[in-house]
Each structure stands twice: as structure tokens, then as C-alpha cells.
């Protein structure tokens, strides 16, 4: 069995269950995404030319790998920093590009579009620690260097 305690007696949060479950709950709108694209690709070129992004099959078949792939390494623990970065900087970008809520009139769907902004802020923050953590672990030598 592991010792999940550390020499400082902190619990290491990546040997537990309970740490893959949270990064998979963290990774679960970037898995789930890119399966429903998969499965209806009209509605993602849909969604690629709603926002602008042409040539659409392009942009839908980049997002589709490009999120599934940044979630693997991140459940993986390959170059975890390096995905939870990429992912944190394509939210921000997406967030910016899909949640324009201050050119909506007010009223709910201004309301709606504001949560949704607020939402995926969060998940920039969540990614953006995921790599912190990952990159102090590295250099405290609790992980090997990959």
C-alpha cells in the first residue's frame, strides 16, 4: 500500500482515488465535449461557424483532440502542467469568444450568459492550480520529471 503522507506529514493528494476522481470531474466538460461532437459533427461545424471559426471542420476536428487529448495527459499524469495550462489558456480564450454577456441587453439571458462567463473563470482558476501543484511536485522531487 502507498504512503500517501509526505516527510511533513501533508497527505499527497496524487497517489489518492480521490484525486483522479476530482481531476475527472475537473476534465469531464473537455471529455464530454469533444463525444458529442464526434457523434453530431454537423453540430459542431455548426458551432464553429456560429462563433466564427473557419474553415469549421478544421476548428472542430483541432477542438476535438486538442480536448481530448489535454484531458488524458492530465488524468494520465504526463506532462500535467503543460495540459492544465493549455486547457486553462483555451478556456479563457472560449470563455472571452462564447460568454460576451456585457453586449446583451439585461435580462436572463444576459443573466445566463454572466453565469456561464463566471462558470468557466472558475475553470481557468481550477486548471491554472492543477498546474501550480503539479510543477511544486515536480520540483519538491515527489514525482519524476517527465
Given amino acids: 500500500m502507498n504512503n500517501i503522507a509526505g516527510p511533513d506529514h501533508r497527505v499527497r493528494a496524487t497517489t489518492s482515488p480521490l484525486h483522479f476522481l476530482a481531476l475527472l ?3 469531464s466538460a473537455y471529455i464530454q465535449g469533444p463525444l458529442v461532437k464526434i457523434l453530431d459533427f ?4 455548426a458551432e464553429m ?10 476548428f ?5 483532440v ?7 495527459l492530465i488524468l494520465a499524469g504526463i506532462y500535467r502542467w503543460v495540459a492544465a495550462g493549455a486547457l486553462s ?4 480564450a472560449a470563455t472571452f469568444l ?4 456585457w ?12 453565469n456561464g462567463f463566471f462558470e468557466h473563470i472558475g475553470l481557468v482558476g481550477a486548471f491554472v492550480l492543477v498546474a501550480w501543484y503539479d510543477l511544486r511536485e515536480r520540483a519538491s522531487g515527489r514525482r519524476s520529471a517527465q
Fill in 60 to 64: 472542430a476536428v483541432g477542438v476535438i
Fill in 42 to 45: 454537423s453540430g459542431a461545424l
Fill in 66 to 72: 486538442f480536448e481530448l487529448s489535454m484531458s488524458a
Fill in 25 to 27: 470531474a475537473l476534465c
Fill in 89 to 92: 489558456a483555451f478556456t479563457l
Fill in 103 to 114: 453586449e446583451l441587453p439585461p435580462g436572463a439571458e444576459r443573466a445566463m450568459a454572466m
Fill in 49 to 58: 461557424e456560429h462563433f466564427g471559426l473557419n474553415p469549421a471542420p478544421l
Fill in 98 to 101: 462564447a460568454f460576451r454577456f
